[in-house]
């Protein structure tokens, strides 16, 4: 009987398999990596934080029917209860559910980075700092997103690192559950700047607000405002910016000079 390992994780991202020692094939089958998701949160700055978000790895093909279907819609970001069943020292997906679409985007090399996490990283810096963090706010300052600046370690690459799970991003959506006191689906995204020597992993608090979808646009990540302008979403975006009640549907400029509308 195969061992099994059951639990709510995170699918962290979704790749090619590493060719470890060279001599895999010259296409590679895909994986889904998995982070445990734990309803407690843990401080981020804790010795063992990094221990508790160890990655685990789990076959994204090869399945057949109705499991097939349920694991090729899964996203970066998923929140899912899972049973995994290890061959060889392979997991492979006995069962899974999602249970919230959170989404999780990465972009390396990326161009205009915005002002706020610029000016926040220049303070930071200034402060002798590595590491540091801000609330971003929308126009009746109301919070939308918490922004997290990354230093590469020397020899390190921070991107790299949490892309891959080994720098654990949980800890910083945990941090946003626990003061929103919600579990929301958010959505996170994983810039490294071309003209700035920094990572930013940006937790956006409404995963569709305008602020998500402006940040999409911006990066090429996805379905964003122009995917809604049949719809007339940019123009209740533009209304919103007018005095609209709603700080998550207007005009995101705050005290940290973001602006939505502005792309950035």
Same mark, same amino acid.
């Given at each position: 009987?195969e061992?099994?390992?059951?639990?709510?994780?995170?699918?962290?991202?979704r790749?090619?398999?590493?060719?470890?020692?060279?001599?895999?094939?010259?296409?590679?089958?895909?994986?889904?990596?998995?982070?445990?998701?734990?309803?407690?949160?843990?401080?981020?700055?804790?010795?063992?934080?990094?221990?508790?978000?160890?990655?685990?790895?789990?076959?994204?093909?090869g399945y057949?029917?109705?499991?097939?279907?349920?694991?090729?819609s899964?996203?970066?970001?998923?929140?899912?209860?899972?049973?995994?069943?290890?061959?060889?020292?392979?997991?492979?997906?006995?069962?899974?559910?999602?249970?919230?679409?959170?989404r999780?985007?990465?972009?390396?090399?990326?161009?205009?980075?915005?002002?706020?996490?610029?000016?926040?990283?220049?303070?930071?810096?200034?402060?002798?700092?590595?590491?540091?963090?801000?609330?971003t706010?929308?126009?009746?300052?109301?919070?939308?997103?918490?922004?997290? +600046?990354? *230093?590469?370690a020397? /020899? #390190? $690459?921070?991107?790299? @690192?949490?892309?891959? =799970? %080994?720098?654990?991003? &949980?800890?910083?959506?945990a941090?946003?559950?626990?003061?929103?006191?919600?579990?929301?689906?958010r959505?996170?995204?994983?810039?490294?700047?071309?003209?700035?020597?920094?990572?930013?992993v940006?937790?956006?608090f409404?995963?569709?607000?305008?602020?998500?979808?402006t940040?999409?646009?911006?990066?090429?990540?996805?379905?964003?405002?122009?995917?809604?302008?049949?719809?007339?979403? +940019?123009? *209740?975006?533009?209304? /919103? #910016? $007018?005095?609209?009640e @709603?700080?998550?549907? =207007? %005009?995101?400029?705050? &005290?940290?000079?973001?602006?939505?509308?502005?792309?950035?």
């Amino acid at each position: 009987m195969e061992p099994t390992t059951s639990g709510r994780f995170r699918v962290h991202d979704r790749r090619p398999r590493p060719d470890i020692d060279g001599t895999g094939p010259a296409d590679p089958p895909e994986e889904l990596v998995l982070v445990d998701y734990l309803e407690e949160p843990i401080d981020p700055t804790a010795p063992d934080a990094g221990d508790r978000f160890d990655p685990l790895y789990a076959a994204a093909e090869g399945y057949e029917g109705d499991m097939a279907d349920r694991v090729a819609s899964l996203e970066p970001g998923f929140v899912v209860d899972a049973t995994l069943a290890w061959t060889d020292g392979s997991a492979r997906f006995a069962d899974v559910e999602v249970v919230r679409e959170s989404r999780f985007r990465f972009a390396d090399d990326v161009d205009g980075m915005f002002e706020a996490a610029v000016d926040a990283w220049d303070q930071i810096r200034s402060a002798g700092e590595a590491v540091g963090s801000i609330t971003t706010r929308s126009n009746d300052g109301e919070p939308n997103g918490a922004l997290y +600046l990354f *230093a590469d370690a020397p /020899g #390190s $690459d921070a991107f790299a @690192d949490l892309r891959s =799970g %080994r720098l654990p991003i &949980e800890p910083l959506v945990a941090r946003v559950n626990e003061s929103r006191e919600d579990d929301d689906p958010r959505e996170v995204f994983v810039l490294r700047p071309a003209a700035h020597d920094f990572v930013a992993v940006y937790v956006v608090f409404d995963r569709d607000g305008v602020l998500a979808q402006t940040v999409r646009d911006t990066y090429d990540l996805g379905p964003g405002l122009a995917a809604g302008l049949d719809d007339g979403a +940019l123009d *209740a975006a533009k209304a /919103g #910016s $007018d005095g609209a009640e @709603d700080g998550e549907g =207007g %005009r995101d400029e705050g &005290e940290d000079g973001f602006d939505a509308l502005d792309r950035l």
